[in-house]
């Protein structure tokens, strides 16, 4: 309070006795009204039971001057009441028009302009027929393994294809089947002059869900159309396309494997071919057809000649009893032997001379060399033969079908609408949109407070 004594109110101190503190006026004419104004009667204090003990009886307070002053302290309330600023309000402005609104738009469009959708549900994996030994092979032994995950693989990136759109697109006329509710609703139908590149998108969005399972190589498709019967259809057309690219990724095969096979054959071929010649060059070159058996020839002339040097000299030793050393017959029978020795020692020389053939090559190198050549021919025969049975396996695989497209889950014919599902598709807006919301109302008062 303020110690002006123009002030309407002034301080009056008051005792430790002295009665509460009220305001009195400052001003002759304020306590002239003051005086003048009539008391109000004090209402009578109810009566209160006795004690046992009568308490002594309290002093009434005395009646205050009117002209002392009192001193009023104002007090602050503790909190006001709560009101709607203006920024709460354009916070709920917000919500409505970030979230409210968009909710209604989406559910009037959901459930009074979007067309009803069927789902057909169609189920394959790719199974490979794989044989055992090429005895097995060639005795007609077979057996079927599971999936190739490769194949499974391959035509699971064929249904996402443009290849695919287009084929069925010429068979079926998507654009037409899936452009005819357009007017009514654009969201959930195509452009009628939509591209390739519209509808293969749209394709894949819209037309089909594809759920894979690698471990497996099992693949399940839903297949959705505004009338049951085109879903159905498409259906059945993927899995005849599908089918399809499975026969010619088997005739590729065949022909691949055929291909192989035969040229391997002619290399074999060219092998042995290459090495019988140098056999013969090497037989024209040394006139020996075969070293081994004219081996055989001079030590089966080194034999026989072994042979009557025995006899000579056991013929010599028995003249030696009989007659003299001076006699002709024995003389003649020591030349011979020593004729015979001689030839026995020329015939050896001839295994390592140079003169053994008409190349004049020396009989150790001229074995080696046959030896060399001899081999090349059994490798490549052998070569040879294991191409010719690498062929018959190859076209023994050509005439069975090596992959198989198995339908587990034959293309359905839905009975009721399933989609859209409009329920979770309001559900998953009214997330995004409060999630969205709810960060935007963040940063505005994250950049409110910090100004």
């Known amino acids: 309070m303020s110690d002006d004594p123009k002030s309407p109110m002034r301080p009056v101190p008051s005792g430790k006795g002295a009665p509460p503190l009220r305001a009195v006026p400052s001003s002759p004419d304020a306590a002239a009204g ?21 308490e002594p009886k309290r002093k009434k307070p005395a009646r205050p001057d009117p002209n002392e002053t009192v001193t009023v302290v104002e007090v602050t309330p503790m909190a006001r009441s709560a009101r709607m600023q203006r920024r709460h309000w354009g916070v709920l402005a917000s919500f409505v028009v970030i979230v409210l609104l968009p909710l209604a738009v989406a559910a009037f469009y959901l459930w009074a302009v979007a ?15 794989e044989g055992g ?3 097995d092979l060639l005795g007609g032994l077979t057996q079927l393994s599971g999936t190739g995950s490769s194949d499974s693989d391959i035509l699971y990136e064929f249904i996402q294809s443009a290849s695919l759109v287009s084929r069925v697109d010429d068979e079926l006329n998507l654009r037409a089947a899936y452009s005819a509710p357009y007017p009514s609703d654009p969201y959930f139908a195509l452009r009628p002059d939509a591209t ?13 869900q594809i759920s894979y399972d690698k471990a497996s190589g099992l693949i399940e498709l839903r297949v959705l159309a505004f009338d049951p019967q085109t879903a159905q259809a498409v259906a059945q057309a993927i899995l005849e396309q599908s089918q399809r690219l499975i026969n010619d990724l088997n005739l590729q095969a065949r022909r691949d494997t055929i291909a192989f096979a035969e040229r391997d054959l002619e290399t074999a071929l060219e ?7 140098a056999l013969t060059l090497f037989r024209t070159r040394t006139q020996i057809v075969d070293p081994s058996a004219d081996i055989q020839g001079r030590m089966g002339v080194i034999n026989n000649l072994q042979q009557q040097l025995a006899a000579t000299l056991v013929e010599y030793d028995l003249l030696l009893t009989t007659a003299a050393p001076s006699d002709p017959r024995v003389q003649q029978t020591r030349q011979r032997i020593d004729v015979i020795r001689e030839r026995i020692v020329q015939e050896r020389d001839t295994f390592s001379s140079a003169d053994a053939s008409a190349a004049g090559d020396d009989y150790p190198s001229l074995i080696a060399e046959y030896e060399g050549l001899s081999v090349d021919r059994e490798y490549a025969e052998e070569s040879y033969r294991a191409a010719l049975q690498a062929l018959d396996v190859a076209r023994s695989n050509a005439v069975r079908q090596s992959r198989y497209l198995t339908a587990y889950v034959e293309p359905t014919l839905p009975q009721t609408a399933e989609y859209p599902r409009r ?14 919301w709810a960060i935007m109302a963040l940063v505005y008062y994250s950049i409110r407070d910090s100004r």
């Open 34 to 54: 003051a005086e003048a104004a009539p008391e109000k009667p004090k209402a009578a204090p109810k009566p209160k039971p006795q004690p046992a003990e009568a």
């Open 115 to 129: 067309e009803d959708q069927y789902g057909s549900t169609v189920g394959f994996t790719v199974r490979r027929e």
């Open 133 to 135: 030994a090429a005895a």
């Open 196 to 208: 390739m590149a519209e509808l293969t998108a749209y394709w894949d969005s819209r037309i089909v």
């Open 271 to 277: 092998r042995l071919k290459a090495a019988r010649e």
């Open 423 to 436: 329920w979770s598709m309001l559900g998953l807006a009214a997330l995004f949109l409060t999630l969205a």
